[in-house]
């Protein structure tokens, strides 16, 4: 999807239904497989390996603890699934472009650079996992599942600090809210027959929730 309006719109309700119930996620997961076919932007090994690995964690103590750890543990991965695939197929601006769109040059303009800021971060997550990696190895290491909690320590500090230096620079420039952009959008063929499935899928979600009421 190459308008990152339909593309975002898209993102947000096929994981509200993919949350919402077992029900929703596999009609998402369905969506993911129909609509993404080759754009489903999966990441590298080692990044898949924390991102999964800490879901199936989650998922396990759950369902140790007499909780849904399948149920939760499905849903998240079909959210974390789209979430590729839509921070795959983004390019740069697109949430400034979308932000600015929805919201005008004050609000949209402050939450655009927020989330341009975000993602900027994020591309460099598997960089950093690498990085940390190797230095696990050179210390040591005794293998990806003992590695996953010094790991995700090690990005959270990373990226408190990198949020912290981001915040000084803007400060130190006189950032004060607010400014001027031009939103621009470009759109493809399957563009809206994506965004118009995500939303019989949601409805159809809404639609069983009340049924089961």
């Given at each position: 999807m190459q308008d990152a309006r339909l593309r975002i719109g898209a993102t947000l309700l096929l994981s509200c239904a993919a949350f919402s119930s077992v029900f929703g996620a596999v009609l998402a997961a369905l969506w993911w497989v129909v609509v993404a076919r080759n754009e489903r932007n999966l990441p590298g090994r080692y990044a898949a390996a924390v991102i999964f690995g800490a879901i199936i964690l989650v998922a396990g103590f759950t369902e140790a603890f007499g909780g849904d750890g399948i149920s939760y543990g499905f849903r998240m991965t079909v959210i974390t699934l789209i979430a590729f695939w839509a921070f795959g197929r983004g390019r740069e601006g697109d949430l400034m472009n979308t932000a600015v769109?929805?919201?005008?040059?004050?609000?949209?303009?402050?939450?655009?650079?927020?989330?341009?800021?975000?993602?900027?971060?994020?591309?460099?997550?598997?960089?950093?996992?690498?990085?940390?990696?190797?230095?696990?190895?050179?210390?040591?290491?005794?293998?990806?599942?003992?590695?996953?909690?010094?790991?995700?320590?090690?990005?959270?500090?990373?990226?408190?600090?990198?949020?912290?230096?981001?915040?000084?620079?803007?400060?130190?420039?006189?950032?004060?809210g607010g400014g001027t952009f031009s939103p621009s959008f470009q759109r493809s063929k399957t563009d809206c027959f994506a965004f118009f499935s995500s939303i019989l899928i949601i409805a159809a979600v809404f639609v069983s929730f009340v049924g089961y009421l």
């Open positions: 769109w929805a919201f005008g040059d004050r609000i949209g303009f402050d939450l655009g650079l927020t989330a341009e800021m975000a993602i900027s971060s994020l591309r460099r997550i598997e960089k950093d996992i690498r990085d940390i990696r190797n230095a696990l190895k050179l210390k040591g290491s005794r293998g990806p599942v003992y590695d996953l909690i010094p790991l995700g320590f090690t990005l959270t500090i990373m990226q408190i600090h990198r949020a912290r230096e981001q915040g000084l620079v803007l400060a130190t420039r006189g950032y004060q």
